[in-house]
T-cell receptor, first 114, second 112 residues
Framework: QQPVQSPQAVILREGEDAVINCSSS?????VHWYRQKHGEAPVFLMI?????EQKGHEKISASFNEKKQQSSLYLTASQLSYSGTYFC???????????????FGKGTKLSVIP | EAQVTQNPRYLITVTGKKLTVTCSQN?????MSWYRQDPGLGLRQIYY???????DKGDVPEGYKVSRKEKRNFPLILESPSPNQTSLYFC???????????FGPGTRLTVT
């Protein structure tokens, strides 16, 4: 089942902060975050594992609340280069098969303006 | 250079004409996957392969087939394409399932 991302879109001025949320109706094994710039392929940002700590990547960090089945991506002091669409992907263990499926949300479009 | 390659990058075809989109990675990755991306729907997984032995359906497998005969290649086959398969397709690979995925440049397919 596709995770729900919010907001769908956000516009920021350079230097402002933003939070993107990702929530699932199912218990999660991990949450993956990717960023896709216009006309390009998605690029990996970070993975948060169940029981793991908050991760960071430059001024982008994320948290994973297992009880609420939610993850949040924090963008601090945004730069023009942060513009793009952010996708969360959730991993739910498939019982019995030992296979894992990654399901992405619909994305959050972030625009950073001067 | 470590990369995932897809061919062709652009394809316009007609309904019912079988086609194959190739995907190859040079990183010795076990895990490979196909996604389609449509406006407002995000990335949806079509098929994935844990390794050369295990391949399984994703969220939207109808109308697609895949093959993983060797580790580096994971072609996507549309036996009888239909207009609702018009989309942007991405192949991705990862060292293992659950690890960082590296995406190919994408294949834009139009079925008329």
């Amino acid at each position: 089942q596709q995770p729900v991302q919010s907001p769908q879109a956000v516009i920021l001025r350079e230097g402002e902060d933003a939070v993107i949320n990702c929530s699932s109706s199912k218990a999660l094994y991990s949450v993956h975050w990717y960023r896709q710039k216009h006309g390009e392929a998605p690029v990996f940002l970070m993975i948060l594992l169940k029981g793991g700590e908050q991760k960071g990547h430059e001024k982008i960090s994320a948290s994973f609340n297992e009880k609420k089945q939610q993850s949040s991506l924090y963008l601090t002091a945004s730069q023009l280069s942060y513009s793009g669409t952010y996708f969360c992907g959730t991993e739910i263990p498939d019982s019995g098969a030992g296979s894992y499926q990654l399901t992405f949300g619909k994305g959050t479009k972030l625009s950073v303006i001067p | 250079e470590a990369q995932v390659t897809q061919n062709p990058r652009y394809l316009i075809t007609v309904t019912g004409k079988k086609l194959t989109v190739t995907c190859s990675q040079n990183m010795n990755h076990e895990y490979m996957s196909w996604y389609r991306q449509d406006p407002g729907l995000g990335l949806r997984q079509i098929y994935y392969s844990m390794n050369v032995e295990v391949t399984d359906k994703g969220d939207v497998p109808e109308g697609y087939k895949v093959s993983r005969k060797e580790k580096r290649n994971f072609p996507l086959i549309l036996e009888s394409p239909s207009p609702n398969q018009t989309s942007l397709y991405f192949c991705a690979s990862g060292e293992q399932a659950g690890y960082e995925q590296y995406f190919g440049p994408g294949t834009r397919l139009t079925v008329t």
